[in-house]
């Protein structure tokens, strides 16, 4: 299941930050996305974790396992966007259909090993890019008939 929010809002970072590091939220930062690239980074405090509010949660930004390699990118993840409108789809189709554009969004929370909510993930859209478009992953098919 899909469930839209209204995004992230000023008052949102502000008790994230708040809640995990010391000092106010840095300038200019509007995303959870961003925040989370300062954690990593471990710059100003950013780098600096609550004690108290981490002993009963840890958010640090670590794998439990050492097989992530992608560093601050392992959290962003590549969706497929699809215009069914355009391409008439209603319901289930059977029909192989092209993906018009993909999105990346950023896993805000991590999914349990064992996860109660049923699949459930959280994340926060970060960009989208078209197919063709300078800097996208995602090119049109191209079939070379001899």
Not at 27 to 39: C, F, K, L, P, S
Not at 49 to 71: D, K, M
Request: charged share 15%; with cysteine.
């Amino acid at each position: 299941m899909l469930t839209v929010g209204s995004g992230v809002s000023s008052a949102d970072l502000q008790t994230y930050w708040s809640n995990h590091h010391p000092g106010s939220l840095p300038a200019g930062v509007t995303t959870r996305w961003q925040i989370y690239q300062a954690e990593v980074a471990g710059t100003g405090d950013a780098g600096i974790w609550n004690a108290a509010t981490e002993a009963l949660e840890p958010h640090a930004p670590v794998c439990n396992l050492p097989i992530s390699t992608a560093g601050v990118n392992r959290r962003r993840v590549p969706v497929a966007i699809v215009n069914c409108s355009f391409w008439g789809v209603q319901g289930n189709s059977v029909n192989h259909i092209r993906t018009n554009a993909y999105g990346y969004f950023f896993l805000t929370e991590p999914v349990p090993l064992t996860n109660p909510d049923k699949g459930n993930i959280y994340v926060e859209y970060i960009e989208k890019h078209n197919v063709d478009e300078a800097g996208s992953a995602l090119h049109s098919f191209v079939r070379l008939v001899r």
